[in-house]
């Protein structure tokens, strides 16, 4: 009987749980995004006189729309549910925020990859072309819709 290096069975163990990365990224991520739109929904007038002060159009709806999406995006990443979808107006505040508020301050490539936003984008786009993960209900539908379940029967 030929034994299994320690080694390659720590591979396998990882391997047979990688589920679990994608997913404590998503739920802490997701907290992240969920509690700072709260923040900001829970404080739209005061949120609105930064954009007002950074020059975005249209504050007002600017800055509820901006709220309600890392909002909304923040439970929609938790629960793994339109991730693929949800990564696109996430990203795209992102870039906003980047290039209005955060670039016009940085004048180096150190200082552009140690910004937080930067960061955020990164994630968005692994979430983006990667997927929620096993752990989602992104998963679960699509496990259900190839079998011919519906998806929430």
């Known amino acids: 009987m030929q034994t299994t290096p320690l080694y390659a069975r720590a591979l396998a163990f990882l391997d ?3 589920w679990i990365g994608p997913l404590l990224v998503r739920l802490v991520f997701g907290y992240f995004w969920l509690e700072t739109g709260w923040a900001k929904l829970h404080n739209l007038a ?3 006189e930064r954009f007002v002060e950074w020059g975005i ?9 901006c709220a309600g999406t890392e909002f909304i995006g923040g ?18 505040n992102m870039l906003v925020a980047l290039a209005v508020v955060v670039l016009p301050g ?8 140690e910004l937080d936003e930067v960061l955020y984008v990164a ?11 096993q752990a989602s209900l992104d998963h679960l539908i699509a496990r259900r819709a190839k079998a011919g379940t519906p998806a929430l029967a």
């Open 16 to 18: 047979d749980h990688a």
């Open 123 to 133: 994630v968005f786009v692994w979430l983006l072309f990667a997927g929620p993960g």
């Open 57 to 65: 159009p249209w504050p007002a709806l600017s800055a509820t729309v």
């Open 75 to 92: 439970a929609l990443i938790m629960l793994g549910l339109a991730t693929r979808l949800t990564m696109l107006p996430m990203i795209f």
């Open 46 to 48: 005061f949120f609105t």
């Open 106 to 113: 940085i004048s180096t490539l150190d200082g552009f990859v």
